[in-house]
């Protein structure tokens, strides 16, 4: 690799001007010993996050000549191999000799485009002259993979897109105590009914134009994951899997049996059910899919019953003409889900299941945390329906009962109360239930 083009790049860098950033509910140490490995999906914000990381550096007063930054997506470093690595360390140290003795911070962009990447990490991190900060694409940078590779000298943390409050944090919303009270409340809806429809990958989000957002999620659905996928699995029937990425988008937020999808697609193209599994399993791998199970103590009953389908992003479904006016009660259940799961990304002990006994009752969500239940969810549009709010207090109470929980809640559109339902015929037992609109779950932190 040509020295004066890299230390073209690293000095570049310092003399780079930010652009605006806005800041994720997600902490990153600075100072860990470990090498902080960041992954997720393209275009989920994870180079702004290194720059957020980088601009807390220098409002520390850490000069910029002791911060190494390399974008691995910049044409003039491809190809870029673990040899590559050796001369743009000499450079870098050759444009600042001063700094050899010194501990300094290293953050590389996109590490996946540089081959045997993990070997040149592993090297630098041994010479112990850097705070390392990698980040990697979902569909290249598997967690599992980071794990093995840097054998334990690595901490990951996964970015998802713009999460609800992460998107009131870009419009410049501080929610406050009276702030649901306020008029406030009304840009929060308009704001929510975005997200519902448009999803929160952060381009789409600061995009004003509606048809140009529907591009940017086509070209994600075509670049990000189909080609991706096609090209780090080797995937040989494109059709097949295409066919199976429309039948989960519009199953979101309900149960997915493989073999009855399998019956459905061997009609039209020759398929086995193996390959299908396969299929499935690295939808999940790059993070497009999340397939929940059902709660059981028993796991071989958790890992033999269908699972529940919900998507990384609320805007993907419209590149398939799925329309949030016409799905509001599955969109919603996969808004709670990924605010559940934004939570869990923080707290690795808690599990997210659903939960369904032998006569259908079901709970949409059931969160666990070590040995502990320590919360059961209802999503539900029209709470106010008398025969809707009877089936799904229903559930929820047999649930309570069955898993030990009391803390009960049902998200509605725009229903608020908290309630205590008679669980006896003399009505002396009772199980309070608290029901919370949607926008209000979603805001709060």
Same mark, same amino acid.
């Given at each position: 690799?040509?020295?004066?083009?890299?230390?073209?790049?690293?000095?570049?860098?310092?003399?780079?001007?930010?652009?605006?950033?806005?800041?994720?509910?997600?902490?990153? $140490?600075?100072?860990?010993?470990?090498?902080?490995? @960041?992954?997720?999906?393209?275009?989920?914000?994870?180079?702004?996050?290194?720059?957020?990381?980088?601009?807390?550096?220098?409002?520390?007063?850490?000069?910029?000549?002791?911060?190494?930054?390399?974008?691995?997506?910049?044409?003039?470093?491809?190809?870029?191999?673990?040899?590559?690595?050796?001369?743009?360390?000499?450079?870098?140290?050759?444009?600042? $000799?001063?700094?050899?003795?010194?501990?300094?911070?290293?953050?590389?962009?996109?590490?996946?485009?540089?081959?045997?990447?993990?070997?040149?990490?592993?090297?630098?991190?041994?010479?112990?002259? =850097?705070?390392? =900060?990698?980040?990697?694409?979902?569909?290249?940078?598997?967690?599992?993979?980071?794990?093995?590779?840097?054998?334990?000298?690595?901490?990951?943390?996964?970015?998802?897109?713009?999460?609800?409050?992460?998107?009131?944090?870009?419009?410049?919303?501080?929610?406050?105590?009276?702030?649901?009270?306020?008029?406030?409340?009304?840009?929060?809806?308009?704001?929510?009914?975005?997200?519902?429809?448009?999803?929160?990958?952060?381009?789409?989000?600061?995009?004003?134009?509606?048809?140009?957002?529907?591009?940017?999620?086509?070209?994600? @659905?075509?670049?990000?994951? =189909?080609?991706?996928?096609?090209?780090?699995?080797?995937?040989?029937?494109?059709?097949?899997?295409?066919?199976?990425?429309?039948?989960?988008?519009?199953?979101?937020?309900?149960?997915?049996?493989?073999?009855?999808?399998?019956?459905?697609?061997?009609?039209?193209?020759?398929?086995?059910?193996?390959?299908?599994?396969?299929?499935?399993?690295?939808?999940?791998? @790059?993070?497009?899919?999340?397939?929940?199970?059902?709660?059981?103590?028993?796991?071989?009953?958790?890992?033999?019953?269908?699972?529940?389908?919900?998507?990384?992003?609320?805007?993907?479904?419209?590149?398939?003409?799925?329309?949030?006016?016409?799905?509001?009660?599955?969109?919603?259940?996969?808004?709670?889900?990924?605010?559940?799961?934004?939570?869990?990304?923080?707290?690795?002990?808690?599990?997210?299941?659903?939960?369904?006994?032998?006569?259908?009752?079901?709970?949409? =969500?059931?969160?666990?945390?070590?040995?502990?239940?320590?919360?059961?969810?209802?999503?539900?549009?029209?709470?106010?329906?008398?025969?809707?709010?009877?089936?799904?207090?229903?559930?929820?109470?047999?649930?309570?009962k069955n898993l030990k929980c009391n803390d009960l809640l049902v998200?509605?559109?725009?229903?608020?109360?908290?309630?205590?339902?008679?669980?006896?015929?003399?009505?002396?037992?009772?199980?309070?239930?608290?029901?919370? $609109?949607?926008?209000?779950?979603?805001?709060?932190?």
């Amino acid at each position: 690799m040509n020295k004066a083009i890299l230390k073209q790049v690293i000095k570049e860098f310092h003399e780079f001007k930010f652009p605006l950033i806005y800041p994720r509910d997600i902490e990153i $140490p600075l100072n860990s010993k470990k090498i902080i490995a @960041i992954s997720g999906p393209r275009r989920s914000g994870k180079t702004f996050l290194l720059f957020f990381q980088i601009k807390k550096l220098i409002a520390q007063k850490v000069p910029k000549e002791e911060i190494l930054y390399i974008n691995f997506d910049d044409p003039r470093l491809l190809p870029f191999n673990a040899k590559d690595m050796e001369d743009l360390l000499e450079s870098y140290f050759e444009l600042y $000799p001063y700094l050899k003795n010194k501990i300094n911070f290293a953050f590389f962009d996109e590490i996946q485009n540089v081959k045997n990447w993990e070997i040149s990490i592993r090297r630098i991190y041994d010479s112990q002259n =850097f705070r390392i =900060f990698v980040t990697g694409s979902s569909s290249k940078f598997l967690s599992k993979e980071i794990s093995t590779s840097l054998r334990g000298r690595a901490i990951n943390y996964e970015l998802l897109p713009f999460s609800f409050n992460e998107i009131l944090t870009a419009r410049g919303i501080k929610i406050e105590s009276d702030t649901f009270y306020s008029k406030t409340r009304f840009i929060i809806k308009k704001l929510l009914s975005q997200y519902l429809s448009e999803g929160g990958f952060p381009e789409v989000v600061l995009e004003e134009n509606e048809e140009i957002k529907i591009r940017i999620l086509k070209e994600y @659905i075509e670049t990000m994951f =189909f080609r991706d996928l096609v090209e780090r699995f080797n995937v040989k029937n494109g059709h097949v899997l295409r066919e199976m990425v429309k039948y989960l988008i519009s199953n979101i937020s309900s149960l997915f049996s493989l073999n009855s999808f399998w019956k459905w697609i061997k009609q039209t193209y020759p398929v086995g059910k193996k390959t299908l599994i396969n299929y499935t399993s690295f939808l999940e791998e @790059i993070g497009l899919f999340f397939l929940v199970r059902k709660f059981s103590f028993s796991l071989k009953e958790q890992m033999q019953t269908p699972r529940k389908v919900y998507i990384l992003d609320n805007g993907l479904p419209s590149v398939y003409g799925f329309k949030f006016s016409q799905n509001t009660g599955k969109i919603m259940e996969n808004s709670v889900f990924l605010k559940l799961k934004h939570k869990q990304l923080k707290d690795p002990l808690m599990e997210i299941f659903y939960w369904q006994d032998y006569n259908h009752n079901e709970v949409d =969500f059931v969160v666990k945390k070590g040995k502990e239940i320590k919360q059961l969810i209802q999503v539900c549009y029209d709470i106010e329906n008398f025969k809707t709010k009877e089936r799904e207090i229903k559930s929820l109470v047999k649930a309570s009962k069955n898993l030990k929980c009391n803390d009960l809640l049902v998200i509605t559109w725009d229903f608020e109360s908290e309630q205590k339902i008679p669980t006896s015929p003399s009505g002396q037992k009772t199980k309070k239930i608290k029901f919370i $609109p949607l926008w209000k779950y979603l805001s709060e932190k």
